[in-house]
């Protein structure tokens, strides 16, 4: 950063620099706006097909951000400076890091990454793909493509960047307050604006009038309709507005409900629809005053190079570039590619080599090794008649002569060829084999076009659709450029490197000299080598401080850091020790999720005061340094406010802020969720028979499970609930058994995490699933495909994991479970729902038991039990042993020949007196006595033993007894005895599914 700019000074540099790439220069909007994005500058420009580009102020106003002035780096009206481009342009990226350079930013020497945000506004109907930009690990502005708006498609797409302005003038100006902020020369940001947050903060917590606002917000509800029926979209969305600053003031001042937050929120999306179609049609109907933007032409491929002259084979070398992928779509991009690339090329005769495809966040490329000149000449046989039905009285038949046709021949030059022993007519054709330049322009081109990702978005260019925008492509068979067009892109033999190099765009020669020429400019093109890179760099950064990195421990942030870099920077920083003092759970969520850092421990496993962080390419590290330990400070600044804000807030106010809290629009509030669990837990703990002091804990703890969701850390950093939870209540005075049990209520978090210790901990997270699988089941339905917005799965493999844990829930039934819990939703549960909601948890059962390695037969034979997982997994295990005895083995071989022979519409039932054979007799006889000493519902080992003397009788009988005999009595006694040996077992284990 080379010079030091006031506020204004820098709102003046923004404004110039975007008139000077053809902005218009407009004024904020006159009511209170909660973002540029709600001006009509915005939200009505970016409709329709009018081109539009312009850069505004705007102060935007957010009630529940108050607080009075205190936190240094939170407040209810900050500043956004917003741009739209419309139609987006080709290099939004650059232009915005040239806004950046004109703020006096080098972003050559500091860290500036584009990281991964998918924006939604529900009440406006609108969404959005695209970036939170990080300046030093800073979020300084939100980069959007538009999609949506007012619930219409948008086309074009528009490009939205919004900066926060204060968050970066505090970076520019190294100051740790935004009352600190040199608003103007001699004048500070406090100075012109404390006291309006102060008494604007006081105004929205404490003292606005909440009849007042109420009707307010249904004077300008029916104030904006009026104007939408009049077809006056301009002060029609000024009223939605005036209605979403209102609703916005009673949310401030805890006085929405549930039902009111989802009804006002259905109110405000259907008028900004509204306003939105009016204000398409309006604009057609004035002919589109400012034109309609002109979409790019087609891509015109590169020529193609001459044949060559010899056969030799080639590196091909395929890269799509891109804009900065999510980490996750970059990894499932690249094994969609590869499949892509391998199976069209699979479907031609071009001779090629093994197809390896890697990627960087920018980047997709793809490698395929020996490719050949040229397909070989191939001769291409259509099948046509049989020669035996061809001809009538010497004549081609009509279908001998339409196949000709088809065909564009003669009927005498059809050949005649033999298929499977029979006879055809047929054409053969001489097919010239393509040039390797022809048939790969094909495929790749192909390969472009279906690459999809779990959520796409449009951009400027008309055909293609991916996670981010696709800018370049490269394309290169040895040194001869592959001529492929897509859309609006064609390929050629350059590609693109970090945007703050000398020369951000290099040529490259020659297919086998992409990887060099890539490394030489900074580009680790393997993934693995940059997790490398990353693993061996933070190993070495911690031992300087005498720490260590849990390297096995953070797999999985390092593998989302792998594909946040191209050329990764590790690098150490330093907090104040002051803040160990906060939970360690606070610190390392702040770290990992918020800033992606990594943690440095001691030897003891204790947190240091330092961290490591990954920066992207050759920068200035001390810069990079200073910039992420002065954001992870006001991270830790924010953190420590709400921690000690939270101690100071009694509990009983902690459990009332639920109420405002809403879980679904259907199914209430947080405090009605709570109070589900907390009633729920009760029915599992008498059906468990569970007294005593877990009891007297588990009642204490059901009347404060969530009780943390009030909190304002809670609020901020979701993942924390139940954590903060034993924090708080041990604070407050509460035994450590009953903060134990509230947190474990939150456990387990995801697959594989710890499983609640105590009982009481392990009723309460029981509960809390049970209720929210039947809840979701019965109001959106369970998940299908990919999509499940609510982690319904996750949660079924929460309630499974819970309930195998603990040996107290051997006889707790999940389908009894499910209907107490069904018996206490706000919304009717239906026999059917219920139902599938018992055959999801057992599906997810089976498919856990698969993945832990259990075999598929064993599986399915145990999942009678799968009602009661407790017993399912003692089931397993018992039946892992058994399958090693030649007795047990004997034993099921005897049922299963019962099973071959019976029919299953046979009941198991027969007349004894009817049996005469004394083979048949000792059978009856010692099923008898089995049936006698079996309990009701024995276990599998016990039943192995006891039922174990079948066998020899069971052997005796198919050896010695005519089943089917004549004789219909005797031939259904047989049976019906024979059905009562099959039907023993039917209880331990579903025979039919075991194979030995």
Not at 180 to 185: F, Q, W
Request: proline fraction near 6%; hydrophobic fraction near 50%; glycine fraction near 8%.
């Amino acid at each position: 950063m080379t010079e030091m700019l006031t506020m204004q000074q820098a709102l003046a540099r923004l404004a110039e620099y975007w008139a000077g790439h053809g902005c218009l220069t407009v004024q904020p909007m006159n009511t209170e706006v909660g973002a540029g994005t709600l001006n009509p500058a915005t939200f009505l420009r970016i409709l329709g097909p009018e081109p539009w580009r312009v850069a505004y102020v705007e102060p935007s106003v957010r009630p529940d951000d108050s607080r009075y002035g205190d936190n240094p780096n939170r407040v209810q009206c900050h500043t956004q400076f917003q741009v739209i481009l419309k139609p987006e342009p080709t290099n939004p990226q650059e232009l915005y890091l040239g806004s950046l350079a004109a703020l006096g930013i080098d972003v050559a020497a500091h860290d500036v990454r584009f990281v991964e945000d998918n924006w939604a506004n529900p009440g406006m109907g609108a969404w959005g793909l695209g970036w939170e930009v990080w300046l030093d690990g800073l979020e300084i502005t939100q980069f959007t493509y538009f999609q949506q708006a007012g619930g219409l498609n948008l086309d074009p797409p528009s490009v939205e960047i919004t900066y926060g302005v204060e968050r970066i003038i505090m970076a520019l100006q190294g100051v740790t307050h935004f009352k600190e902020i040199r608003y103007a020369e001699g004048v500070t940001y406090g100075e012109v604006f404390g006291q309006a947050e102060y008494e604007m903060s006081r105004y929205y917590l404490d003292d606005a009038d909440v009849d007042t606002n109420r009707a307010l917000l249904e004077a300008y509800a029916a104030e904006a309709q009026r104007l939408i029926d009049a077809e006056l979209p301009v002060p029609a969305q000024t009223y939605v507005l005036k209605c979403s600053h209102a609703f916005n003031v009673l949310d401030a001042r805890g006085a929405v409900s549930t039902a009111e937050r989802a009804a006002e929120f259905a109110r405000m999306r259907r008028l900004a629809g509204e306003v939105a179609r009016l204000w398409v049609a309006r604009r057609a109907a004035l002919s589109h005053p400012l034109g309609i933007a002109t979409p790019p032409a087609p891509a015109r491929p590169a020529a193609q190079s001459p044949v060559p002259a010899d056969d030799a084979a080639r590196t091909l070398v395929f890269e799509v570039g891109t804009e900065e992928m999510p980490p996750a779509e970059a990894r499932a991009a690249t094994a969609q590619l590869r499949r892509e690339v391998a199976d069209r090329l699979g479907a031609t005769r071009l001779a090629h080599g093994a197809v390896t495809v890697q990627a960087t966040p920018r980047r997709l490329v793809a490698v395929v090794a020996e490719v050949g000149a040229r397909e070989p000449d191939h001769t291409r046989t259509v099948k046509g008649p049989k020669v035996a039905a061809a001809y009538r009285d010497g004549l081609p038949t009509p279908a001998v002569q339409g196949f000709a046709r088809s065909q564009g021949v003669e009927v005498a030059d059809l050949a005649e060829i033999e298929i499977g022993g029979v006879v055809h007519l047929a054409v053969r054709r001489e097919e010239a084999g393509r040039p390797a330049a022809e048939v790969l322009a094909e495929v790749l081109g192909g390969a472009v076009a279906a690459l999809r990702s779990a959520k796409n978005m449009r951009w400027s260019d008309p055909e293609l659709s991916f996670t981010r925008p696709i800018r370049w492509l490269l394309a290169l068979w040895g040194a001869d450029v592959v001529p492929v067009a897509v859309s609006g892109l064609a390929a050629g033999r350059t590609t693109r490197v970090h945007r703050t190099a000398a020369a951000p765009v290099v040529e490259v020669a020659v297919a086998d000299g992409y990887a060099g020429t890539v490394a030489a400019a900074g580009i680790v093109v393997d993934p693995q080598e940059r997790a490398d890179a990353i693993r061996a760099g933070a190993a070495a950064l911690a031992a300087q401080v005498g720490g260590v990195v849990d390297l096995a421990g953070e797999a999985g942030l390092i593998a989302q850091v792998t594909y946040l870099v191209e050329q990764p920077t590790p690098l150490l920083g330093a907090f104040d020790p002051g803040y160990l003092e906060l939970p360690e759970a606070v610190l390392t969520t702040v770290m990992r999720k918020h800033q992606r850092y990594l943690p440095v421990r001691g030897a003891d496993g204790r947190l240091l005061p330092h961290f490591v962080a990954v920066a992207n390419g050759a920068v200035d590290v001390d810069q990079v340094r200073a910039g992420n330990e002065a954001v992870l400070r006001a991270r830790y600044e924010d953190a420590a406010f709400f921690y000690r804000a939270d101690r100071r807030t009694p509990l009983d106010e902690l459990r009332g802020r639920l109420a405002r809290l809403t879980f679904t629009d259907k199914l209430g509030s947080m405090a009605d969720r709570a109070a589900r669990i907390g009633g729920l837990a009760a029915t599992l703990a008498d059906a468990i028979a569970l007294g005593g002091a877990e009891r007297a804990t588990l009642d204490r703890a059901a009347a404060l499970v969530k009780v943390d969701f009030g909190a304002q850390m809670v609020m901020e950093l979701t993942s924390l609930a139940g954590v903060m939870a034993a924090d708080y209540l041990r604070h407050a005075g509460e035994p450590a058994a009953v903060a134990d049990a509230v947190s474990e209520a939150e456990q387990p978090r995801a697959a594989g995490d710890a499983v609640p210790a105590s009982l009481p901990g392990a009723v309460l997270s029981l509960a809390d699933r049970l209720d929210l699988v039947v809840g979701l089941a019965a109001t959106i339905g369970l998940p299908t495909g990919s999509s499940d917005p609510f982690a319904v799965r996750r949660a079924a493999l929460g309630l499974l994991a819970v309930h195998r844990s603990q040996p107290a829930f051997a006889a707790l039934s999940l389908r009894e479970a499910l209907a107490a819990a069904a018996a206490r939703q706000p919304v009717p549960v239906p026999a059917e729902v219920l139902a599938a909601t018992a055959e999801f948890l057992t599906a997810r059962f089976a498919q856990l038991l698969g993945e832990e390695g259990q075999p598929v037969d064993r599986v399915r034979a145990v999942l009678p039990h799968a009602d009661r997982p407790v017993r399912t997994d003692r089931v397993l295990a018992q039946l892992a042993a058994a399958v090693e005895s030649d007795q047990f083995r004997a034993l099921a071989e005897a049922i299963q020949r019962c099973r071959r022979i019976v029919p299953d519409d046979v009941a198991a039932g027969y007349d004894a007196a009817a049996l005469v054979e004394p083979a048949e007799r000792t059978l009856h006889e010692t099923l008898s006595a089995v049936r006698a000493e079996l309990p009701a519902h024995p276990e599998l080992d016990e039943f192995a033993k006891v039922a174990g003397r079948l066998v020899a009788p069971v052997r005796a009988f198919f050896d010695e007894v005519f089943v089917m005999a004549e004789e219909p009595a005797l031939r259904a006694a047989r049976l019906g005895l024979l059905a009562a040996v099959r039907d023993l077992g039917a209880g331990v284990l579903d025979w039919p599914h075991l194979r030995l």
